[in-house]
């Protein structure tokens, strides 16, 4: 099996708690969804899946490609993953708050809150630094292409974001009601994500390949 089960026990818990946590990719969609309404909302999130994909299309190819150039690389990939995941899980666990107001909605139609959608998610760099700090910890090239594994981790974590994005985008009026009363309940979620960065890096520096 290219990614085996134990693997996807810890993946998919990981990442369906990152995907619940509110960022900038979810307050689009439920921007876009307040001003527009469902179908605009549903509509972003598919851009944002659309540009996630092309950020995890582009770090597989690079990862694979430099892997196989230089198999020692590895090692670096996954020191810096360490550095990276403890410096978001710091920025979490210090972070005041979520400033949970709409954001980046401009669109009126579902085609247009698409297309600002898949532009907001490819020309943000975060995006494509996280992938590369998140997904080569489960990739294990020994056993087979580190492009397919890094490629169907991609795959499940851009599908569980889209639907809990679209799930917000489609029920954008009763969420921001909702999450405007609850500011604390983001502040939980910060915290549960830094508690998860620390045991992903700590998971990533200690595991032996």
Not at 26 to 48: K, V, Y
Not at 112 to 136: G, M, T
Request: proline fraction near 5%; include cysteine; glycine fraction near 14%.
């Amino acid at each position: 099996m290219l990614v085996p089960a134990e693997t996807l026990l810890v993946f998919v818990p990981a990442a369906l708690a990152l995907n619940l946590t509110p960022g900038n990719d979810m307050l689009f969609c439920l921007g876009q969804g307040m001003r527009a309404g469902p179908r605009a909302g549903i509509a972003a999130s598919l851009g944002i899946a659309v540009g996630g994909f092309i950020h995890v299309f582009a770090a597989a190819l690079g990862l694979a490609a430099l892997l196989a150039a230089h198999p020692g690389a590895f090692e670096a990939i996954r020191w810096a993953g360490v550095a990276y995941l403890v410096w978001l899980a710091v920025q979490a666990l210090r972070a005041p708050g979520l400033a949970l107001a709409p954001a980046g909605g401009r669109g009126h139609t579902p085609l247009r809150a698409f297309r600002e959608a898949v532009l907001v998610n490819v020309l943000n760099p975060k995006v494509a630094v996280f992938i590369l700090a998140f997904l080569p910890q489960f990739v294990d090239p020994a056993r087979g292409s580190g492009f397919l594994q890094f490629l169907l981790l991609g795959t499940v974590f851009n599908v569980g974001g889209t639907l809990v994005n679209a799930a917000v985008g489609g029920f954008a009026g009763r969420i921001g009601g909702w999450l405007t009363g609850r500011a604390h309940l983001a502040r939980a979620f910060q915290r549960l994500t830094g508690v998860i960065f620390l045991g992903l890096a700590a998971r990533l520096a200690f595991e032996r390949r």
